[in-house]
């Protein structure tokens, strides 16, 4: 069975930190291409950042450039998110994806709130 399981969501203050963590499990995890996405309330889901299947190559979306960092630990099946410099403009609920080909799987999602 195919699971995504997301973590380390939260509230947190603008300016503050989080990491989130996906681990992932029922499939080759070091074959796929991972990504995080987020989903605020009354807009579409976007593209936060993706990183390939050994991790050589990285991309974000032009508002978290130079603040969040996607990275991977193929061993223990794991893709996180560090997510620094935070905005009240990044609170939304992140997804955690992976993709092969037309294998296309989905987390539930962890919620990150940045207020004050």
């Known amino acids: 069975q195919v699971q995504l399981v997301e973590s380390g969501g939260g509230l947190v203050q603008p300016g503050g930190s989080l990491r989130l963590s996906c681990v992932a499990s029922?499939?080759?995890?070091?074959?796929?291409?991972m990504s995080w996405y987020r989903q605020a309330p009354g807009k579409e889901r976007e593209l936060v950042a993706r990183?390939?299947?050994?991790?050589?190559?990285?991309n974000y979306a032009d508002s978290v450039k130079g603040r969040f960092t996607i990275s991977r630990d193929n061993a223990k099946n794991t893709v996180y998110l560090q997510m620094n410099s935070l905005k009240p403009e990044d609170t939304a609920v992140y997804y955690c994806?992976?993709?092969?080909?037309?294998?296309?799987?989905w987390g539930q999602g962890t919620q990150v709130t940045v207020s004050s």
């Open positions: 994806n992976g993709r092969l080909s037309f294998f296309n799987y």
């Open positions: 029922g499939f080759p995890f070091s074959n796929y291409a």
């Open positions: 990183i390939t299947s050994t991790g050589a190559i990285t």
